[in-house]
């Protein structure tokens, strides 16, 4: 073998990879043709790999359906799940190899500044995921021959520093007036001639981002780091054409990874559905975007409500049955034992949900098929909705910002809405309700058990948050879980199956497990990880899933089984108004039945 083919295996396997020659084909190729790859075709490549693998939603193959597990979005694989999911290897190997690449073969050439700062921006991105799922990773000693019999870890404190600093430079180092050296195809921001100052807008909004993130473990340096970029406002995302998304296209291979995984290769199995904690926020404050994010559920497989309506005729009260179009699959689908003595004797609404359909999931609202079913639709990265919330959040904290926090909390609304298509007579009435608009205090609905409620916490900031949640479905749930774990500003259930046996029940977990190929072939590596993380040697497996990064808040799980529960309809009562006049007219309007079991006087 070619002693630099040799090198890049053995570095790569001396980091903690496995051993499997299954891609062995790829590397055992004339290097001199890896050599001559342009910086487009790399990068292209390396962009390609992170949009499919953070989109990926086969189970153990990418993020995004375990995260929308952690993040509450859905339901896709029935637990909590925070292994390792293929993580580590796809990124180390697929993607970040080939940004190195571009580093290594074209870093001293004056020719290609621009094009290797944006690989370094992309680098950046893709590293913040690694440092936010598992904390400490490899990142100084990564890929690089200089390291072959073991690896050193970055802590998690040094490795976002070190983030933050490959944002600042490449930002500016870019020369946004440069006319040739540019990337000939950008599969983010296309070839326009405001490609280059994209790419500087979207470094400095990552990097407020990581700031805004890491000011609980980083102090001070990172709140100079939010002074910094708000400080110049115009070189931020500032508009929907500067949002960073994986582009693609209606070609086989080339399709969005929710079509390739749902659509296109015949899926038979669990299609995700809403979970019943999305369902208590957006009922909790009637959020027009129910009917954006998730499809209605067919006529004949809808739950149906019994509710108390009175009458604008008589003063008498009608007990009814009517089916609701929307409907979330609960993560409490077992009861634990300090719940059972006090459910006995009541009617499970889940139960009566669960009967019939596929799967036993018919009743419950599927995300939407436009979102599933359509190739070409882009992966978002990071949003200029998401970008008007994080200025709202640094003008909050007092860290800068031209306007107010206000006004850039309704401006990220705004954008948001305008994303999905939503009328802007929606928007506004949502805007002014209690709870979304700034002052005022938000009272949620209860879930299904009565175990926790959609509250938002008093303080506007709380507000920015709940937003920002919202805002990262359905392709950024990986940043609502380090979002939640920052704030805890959601109230979340626990899975009653969790993924470890040993747990009665599953808190959402505190970070992502190493591979065993680490601990297996970089053990002073692994050692040295766990120390830094403050977890006692190679027993990271058998302590507990709520080992908490440094960036995330003070957290205690609480005992869900010892909680008083009981079976609460709220959320789903009065969904087409108080009245029976009122519900027979969604009636007769969606051709459903409205049934009177029960007339009296109060």
Not at 201 to 223: E, H, P, V, Y
Not at 289 to 309: A, C, E, G, H, W
Request: charged share 15%; hydrophobic share 35%; aromatic share 12%.
């Amino acid at each position: 073998m070619n002693r630099r083919i040799y090198l890049f295996v053995v570095v790569l396997s001396a980091i903690g990879f496995s051993s499997c020659t299954k891609k062995f084909e790829e590397l055992n190729t004339d290097p001199t043709q890896f050599i001559n790859a342009t910086p487009e075709a790399l990068l292209a490549v390396s962009v390609k790999r992170t949009g499919d693998w953070v989109g990926a939603t086969g189970l153990n193959n990418g993020i995004n359906v375990n995260m929308w597990e952690i993040a509450n979005f859905g339901s896709a694989v029935g637990r909590y799940a925070n292994g390792d999911q293929g993580v580590w290897q796809n990124f180390y190997v697929t993607i970040l190899q080939n940004l190195t690449q571009i580093e290594t073969q074209f870093g001293k050439d004056p020719l290609y500044a621009n094009r290797v700062q944006i690989a370094r921006i992309w680098k950046a991105y893709v590293y913040s995921i690694l440092t936010g799922y598992f904390g400490s990773i490899p990142l100084t000693e990564a890929n690089n021959t200089n390291y072959l019999t073991e690896i050193n870890f970055d802590s998690e404190d040094s490795a976002y520093v070190k983030i933050l600093r490959m944002l600042k430079t490449a930002s500016t180092t870019i020369n946004v007036n440069s006319t040739k050296d540019r990337l000939a195809y950008d599969v983010v921001y296309g070839t326009s001639g405001a490609q280059l100052q994209n790419w500087v807008k979207f470094a400095n909004t990552l990097r407020l981002k990581i700031a805004l993130r890491c000011r609980r473990n980083l102090g001070s340096l990172a709140d100079a780091e939010v002074r910094d970029v708000m400080g110049n406002e115009a070189a931020l995302i500032g508009s929907e054409n500067e949002t960073a998304k994986v582009a693609y296209e209606n070609v086989i291979g080339n399709e969005n990874p929710y079509y390739k995984t749902y659509i296109r290769s015949n899926f038979t199995s669990f299609f995700p559905r809403m979970s019943d904690i999305m369902f208590m926020y957006l009922r909790s404050y009637k959020d027009p975007r129910i009917n954006y994010y998730f499809d209605s559920v067919k006529l004949t497989s809808r739950y149906r409500v019994t509710d108390t309506v009175s009458s604008t005729l008589n003063d008498s009260l009608y007990v009814v049955t009517y089916p609701i179009p929307h409907y979330g699959i609960t993560k409490s689908s077992r009861l634990l034992p300090g719940w059972t003595p006090q459910l006995t004797g009541g009617v499970d609404p889940q139960g009566q949900a669960n009967n019939g359909g596929i799967n036993g999931v018919s009743a419950y609202s599927m995300f939407s098929l436009n979102i599933l079913n359509n190739p070409t639709r882009p992966l978002i990265v990071l949003s200029f909705a998401e970008a008007q919330l994080l200025k709202a959040q640094a003008r909050m904290l007092n860290l800068g910002g031209s306007s107010t926090a206000e006004n850039y909390y309704t401006s990220g609304i705004d954008a948001n809405f305008a994303f999905w298509g939503i009328p802007t007579t929606s928007r506004d009435i949502y805007k002014a309700g209690n709870g979304v608009k700034f002052g005022t205090t938000g009272t949620g609905l209860w879930n299904y058990l009565h175990l926790v409620n959609a509250n938002i916490p008093a303080g506007d900031i709380n507000k920015i948050y709940h937003q920002l949640w919202l805002n990262y479905f359905p392709d950024q749930p990986f940043d609502a879980w380090c979002l939640q774990r920052q704030t805890r500003v959601l109230n979340l259930s626990p899975h009653t199956n969790p993924s470890f046996a040993s747990l009665l029940f599953q808190d959402i977990p505190g970070r992502g497990f190493y591979p065993l190929s680490v601990s297996a072939q970089n053990p002073v590596g692994y050692e040295g990880a766990l120390k830094q993380l403050g977890i006692p040697n190679f027993t990271e497996e058998t302590t507990n899933p709520y080992n908490n990064l440094k960036f995330a808040a003070p957290y205690t799980v609480p005992d869900f089984n010892a909680m008083r529960v009981y079976y609460d309809l709220s959320g789903m009562n009065k969904w087409y108004g108080t009245t029976i006049q009122s519900v027979r007219a969604a009636g007769l309007a969606s051709g459903f039945t409205v049934i009177v079991t029960k007339t009296y006087k109060p």
